[in-house]
T-cell receptor, first 118, second 113 residues
Framework: AQKITQTQPGMFVQEKEAVTLDCTYD???????LFWYKQPSSGEMIFLIY??????QNATEGRYSLNFQKARKSANLVISASQLGDSAMYFC???????????????FGSGTQLTVLP | ETGVTQSPTHLIKTRGQQVTLRCSSQ?????VSWYQQALGQGPQFIFQ???????GRGNFPPRFSGLQFPNYSSELNVNALELDDSALYLC????????????FGPGTRLLVL
């Protein structure tokens, strides 16, 4: 069974500084994908970044980067130059990437509430 | 904007009633997944539909059921509502068998009294 652990219920960061949100995972699958989503108070889950288990380079998307350490089973999200609009709940999620025939659902962690301070 | 829409945005029901939630997938996406997110928790997978058939289910009882239509829109039906069914219900669409991610709609907030 897949499991995602986010150990930081809440984080604070000063505007324009960088912040790292932690995520560790547990799976017996060899092929899997790791995702980060942002959820503002409105409720919609906004996709931020994806990392495949076989990708050798860390994924980057604008101010977001994923620090992927496969041996440690960690997939931390780094947000550079924080903005006030980054204040939201952040979820790490995992999905197995095996072949078709079964649902490839996302397994989510419990989330980290990020607050950006002016 | 993900192109995934859900209706209604909010809903209040009483225990024992039935509810139907609706989702319209992003254009070109033939797979839809439903998730339940209780307050203060991460989303939990309910089930997934591909080409109008259920092809995977999470740990939810049979009173949670769904439909997917030829235009790939979808419904989540919950019978015999319980207080613990109060949650945000999210649908997500994606192309089948691809590396693309699931794109979520804005959710329906259900309150069961």
């Amino acid at each position: 069974a897949q499991k995602i652990t986010q150990t930081q219920p809440g984080m604070f960061v000063q505007e324009k500084e960088a912040v790292t949100l932690d995520c560790t995972y547990d799976t017996s699958d060899q092929s899997y994908g790791l995702f980060w989503y942002k959820q503002p108070s409105s409720g919609e889950m906004i996709f931020l970044i994806y990392q495949g288990s076989y990708d050798e380079q860390n994924a980057t998307e604008g101010r977001y980067s994923l620090n992927f350490q496969k041996a440690r089973k960690s997939a931390n999200l780094v947000i550079s130059a924080s903005q006030l609009g980054d204040s939201a709940m952040y979820f790490c999620a995992m999905r197995e990437e095996i072949s078709s025939g079964s649902a490839r659902q996302l397994t989510f962690g419990s989330g980290t509430q990020l607050t950006v301070l002016p | 904007e993900t192109g995934v829409t859900q209706s209604p945005t909010h809903l209040i029901k009483t225990r024992g009633q039935q509810v139907t939630l609706r989702c319209s997938s992003q254009s070109g996406h033939n797979t839809v997944s439903w998730y339940q997110q209780a307050l203060g928790q991460g989303p939990q997978f309910i089930f997934q539909y591909y080409r109008e058939e259920e092809n995977g289910r999470g740990n939810f009882p049979p009173r949670f059921s769904g439909l997917q239509f030829p235009n790939y829109s979808s419904e989540l039906n919950v019978n015999a509502l319980e207080l613990d069914d109060s949650a945000l219900y999210l649908c997500a669409s994606s192309p089948k068998d691809s590396q693309e991610t699931q794109y979520f709609g804005p959710g329906t907030r259900l309150l069961v009294l």
